[in-house]
């Protein structure tokens, strides 16, 4: 079966710099791959969507890539915020089509002042 | 409006209780969804619905009985749980069930079962 991987220890850094997230998967060749933010006690919100044939995306400070070789997603969030810490999830379609999505444990992220 | 209504917020109940959890959105959305969260642990999709037919369940106990009134609400109903169904139950709906499609969470109702 399919398996997402993501850094399980959270990711500490400076307010400013670039965070650098990591999604690796095995046993699968997903359509597409996204990104969600979720917050202590809340639902998790969308962030980004890429696609098997797009390499890169770009969203305001957020900028996904794709590598469908390596079977890996990196997420950047550049000029970090304290308002950015949180827990990034990152997804993929499921095998049984209907949108299915499979989440990988997710990475806290902490941006320090 | 982007947003997915859950209410209750919070919810205690005996093994013997019936309550039900309810979803609402009003975005025109034709697939909804409910997960499971454990605590420090991924959502975990339990059942999909698409045009207000049960298309996935996720072999999920029959304890939990999904609803689907009308494509814009989403019931699930609970019945004789058991401890370890103590979770955060998200509720999301996508504009249709076709892959790549965003899913849009609801802020979910966190179970205690006693």
């Known amino acids: 079966s399919q398996k997402i991987e993501q850094n399980s220890e959270a990711l500490n850094i400076q307010e400013g710099k670039t965070a650098t997230l990591t999604c690796n998967y095995t046993?699968?060749?997903?359509?597409?791959l996204q990104w969600y933010r979720q917050d202590p006690g809340r639902g998790p919100v969308f962030l980004l969507l890429?696609?098997?044939?797009?390499k890169e995306k770009r969203k305001e400070r957020l900028k996904v890539t794709f590598d469908t070789t390596l079977k890996q997603s990196l997420f950047h969030i550049t000029a970090s915020q304290p308002a950015d810490s949180a827990t990034y999830l990152c997804?993929?379609?499921?095998?049984?089509?209907?949108?299915?999505?499979?989440f990988g444990a997710g990475t806290r992220l902490a941006v320090h002042p | 409006d982007t947003e997915v209504t859950q209410t209750p917020k919070h919810l205690v109940m005996g093994m013997t209780n019936k309550k039900s959890l309810k979803c609402e959105q009003h975005?025109?959305?034709?697939?909804m969804y409910w997960y499971k969260q454990k605590a420090k642990k991924p959502p975990e999709l339990m059942f999909v619905?698409?045009?207000?037919?049960?298309?996935i369940n996720e072999s999920v106990p029959s304890r939990f009985s999904p609803e689907c009134p009308n494509s814009s609400l989403l019931n699930l109903h609970l019945h004789a749980l058991q401890p370890e169904d103590s979770a955060l139950y998200l509720c999301?709906?996508?504009?249709?069930?076709?892959?790549?499609?965003?899913?849009?969470f609801g802020p979910g109702t966190r179970l205690l079962v006693l």
């Open positions: 997804a993929l379609d499921g095998p049984g089509g209907y949108n299915k999505l499979i």
């Open positions: 999301a709906s996508s504009q249709d069930a076709s892959g790549g499609e965003t899913q849009y």
């Open positions: 975005m025109g959305h034709r697939a």
């Open positions: 890429i696609r098997e044939n797009e």
């Open positions: 619905y698409s045009y207000e037919k049960l298309s």
């Open positions: 046993n699968y060749s997903p359509a597409y």
